[in-house]
């Protein structure tokens, strides 16, 4: 699961208010303007939070830029990219990752589920969005949530999913072929 080392700490969360105060003793979310309940979250910033649920240093100085329409200097751009290189974050044709849009539940979905490593389980099942929904709904991680895939992620809704992946293991696979499942 993500951030293992403190999910052991972990002892359930009735609401996303509790969720968000977990998230950050575990420094997923830092500071206190993070932690308001309402208010959507951008692409960026939801790239920052998996990307610090990963442990990934989100300081680390790059050259690499994946995308025209983030800059270097953006405070997201090492986290974006260690997301690009882990599969958890694609590149379209045109370059572009709309780092101020608004994150979608379904976009939400599909890096968690990918940085826990059920991308090809999610593509079995019909691919994005619908199989990564369903897989999602298949291992608890949007338990005590219900909302539409196109609509904009709200903040509880990132905390209770980030707090939810904590008791979701990673995908091993453990067999290889077209009856590896078997």
């Known amino acids: 699961a993500l951030t293992t ?3 052991a700490d972990k002892i359930g969360a009735p609401n996303a208010e509790s969720a968000a105060e977990f998230l950050k003793k575990i420094d997923v979310f830092k500071s206190y303007d993070e932690n308001a309940l309402s208010g959507s979250v951008t692409r960026a910033d939801f790239a920052v939070y998996a990307a610090r649920a990963i442990k990934v240093n989100e300081f680390e100085e790059t050259q690499d ?3 025209v329409d983030l800059p270097m200097e953006s405070y997201a751009l090492a986290s974006v990219n260690a ?3 882990s599969g958890a974050v694609s590149v379209d044709d045109e370059r572009s990752f709309r780092p101020d849009d608004t994150i979608t539940y379904a976009e939400g979905l599909k890096i968690m589920l990918s940085l826990m490593d059920y991308d090809e389980l999610a593509k079995f099942r019909g691919g994005y969005p619908y199989g990564y929904i369903e897989t999602a709904r298949e291992l ?3 338990k005590d949530i219900d909302l539409a ?3 904009y992620c709200p903040r509880y809704i990132v905390f209770t999913l980030m707090y ?3 008791d979701v293991p990673f995908m091993i696979q453990t ?3 077209e009856n590896a499942a078997e």
Do not use: S, T
Request: aromatic share 20%; hydrophobic share 60%.
């Open 83 to 85: 997301l690009v290189k």
């Open 164 to 166: 939810n992946a904590l």
């Open 149 to 151: 895939l196109d609509l």
């Open 65 to 67: 830029r994946f995308f």
């Open 140 to 142: 608890d991680l949007i």
């Open 5 to 7: 080392a403190y999910a």
């Open 175 to 177: 067999g290889f072929g």
